[in-house]
Structures are given as C-alpha cells and as structure tokens.
C-alpha cells in the first residue's frame, strides 16, 4: 500500500516561512517524480513545484512562487520537502504532495494533476494578513 503523509502546515502570518515535509511509503520513490499541489476554497488544485528523480537541479516551480519556495528530497529518507519563504494570505491552501512513477520528466508533464498516480492527504497552511 503506498502511502503520501504531509505534515507542517499551521497557521502563520504573512512574511513567515513553514516548512512542509511529505513522508513516502511502501515502495521506493527515489526513481519517481515528486510533486506539490495546492488548492485553495473554491479554486482548482494548482501546480506549485516539482523535482525530479535525481533531486538535482531538475525542478520547476510556479510563477507564483518562484523565488520564495523551494523543493528538495531526501531519498534515503523517501522524503520530500516545500520551504516556503515570505509567505502571503494568497497562499493560503491545502497543500498536498503526490508523485508520478512514470519516470518522465518535463515541465508540461510536472504540472498536470493527471500524470501523478498517488496524492497524500494534504495539510493546511493559513496565512494572515
């Protein structure tokens, strides 16, 4: 059974950073592309970041967020983490974590939903104004 756990989220003020973890179960995913969604009230999930496989300096992020976030994973651990820097109210969201084990990378393929097979449960992050 694969298993995505997000944790880290928690209510912040504005220019605060949080740190989110997601912890990767029953398989090992240091072949896999890891991914962070978010989705706020009423709004569509977003694509925010991803990495690939090799951890590196393969990734891609958001407009939104380039420059304040930042994905790295520990594949010993089958860890992957979301540093977010300078923290705004319109970040506010869910935050889940997914991976897509087709082992393709691309910018494109990174930011659609449908090319990751397993979400986590997400965590909140709440920013105030």
């Known amino acids: 059974q694969v298993q995505l756990v997000e944790s880290g989220g928690g209510l912040v003020q504005a220019g605060d950073s949080l740190r989110l973890s997601c912890a990767a179960s029953?398989?090992?995913?240091?072949?896999?592309?890891m991914g962070w969604f978010r989705q706020a009230p009423g709004k569509e999930r977003e694509f925010v970041t991803a990495?690939?496989?090799?951890?590196?300096?393969?990734?891609y992020y958001a407009d939104s967020v380039k420059g304040r976030f930042t994905i790295s994973r520990d594949n010993a651990k089958n860890t992957v983490y979301l540093q977010m820097n300078s923290l705004q109210p319109e970040d506010t969201a869910v935050y889940y974590c997914?991976?897509?084990?087709?082992?393709?990378?691309?910018?494109?393929?990174?930011?659609?939903?449908?090319?990751?097979?397993?979400w986590g449960q997400g965590t909140q992050v709440t920013v105030s104004s």
């Open positions: 997914a991976v897509d084990t087709s082992g393709y990378f691309s910018r494109g393929r990174a930011m659609t939903r449908n090319a990751y097979d397993y």
């Open positions: 029953g398989r090992t995913f240091s072949s896999y592309t």
């Open positions: 990495i690939s496989w090799s951890g590196g300096s393969t990734y």
